[in-house]
């Protein structure tokens, strides 16, 4: 399974941005999809995720009402649509495949990581 993260770049505080992950594999639209990121110096955390359908998402506290994950099983595609950005949003963004059909927080739950992409948020 390969899975290629895009969108990232440069953006001004208050802007936005649209990561998109594409998967290689059709079975991906039996799997939840998620988005982790790192920052400099720090852990791995949890972003947020869809289920296999796409009607069912959960997000982290510091993302929720500004982050918008989606999906488009069709071009099996999975999306993070980012507005109102913050400096503290700056990381490297990763998509991962979820061994299960749930939008799950536990990084431990997913089974296939891609390479990420850098997201810049200048203040």
């Known amino acids: 399974v390969q899975l290629q993260a895009s969108g990232g770049g440069l953006a001004q505080a208050g802007g936005s941005l649209r990561l998109s992950c594409a998967t290689s594999r059709r079975t991906a639209s039996n799997n939840g999809m998620g988005w982790f990121r790192q920052a400099p110096g720090k852990e791995r955390e949890f972003v947020a995720a869809v289920d296999w359908k796409g009607s069912s998402t959960t997000y982290a506290d510091s993302v929720k009402g500004r982050f918008t994950i989606s999906r488009d099983n069709a071009k099996n595609t999975v999306y993070l649509q980012m507005n109102n950005l913050k400096s503290e949003d700056t990381a490297v963004y990763y998509c991962?495949?979820?061994?299960?059909?749930?939008?799950?927080?536990?990084?431990?739950?997913?089974?296939?990581w891609g390479r990420g992409t850098l997201v810049t948020v200048s203040s």
């Open positions: 991962a495949q979820n061994r299960w059909p749930v939008a799950g927080s536990s990084a431990d739950r997913y089974a296939y």
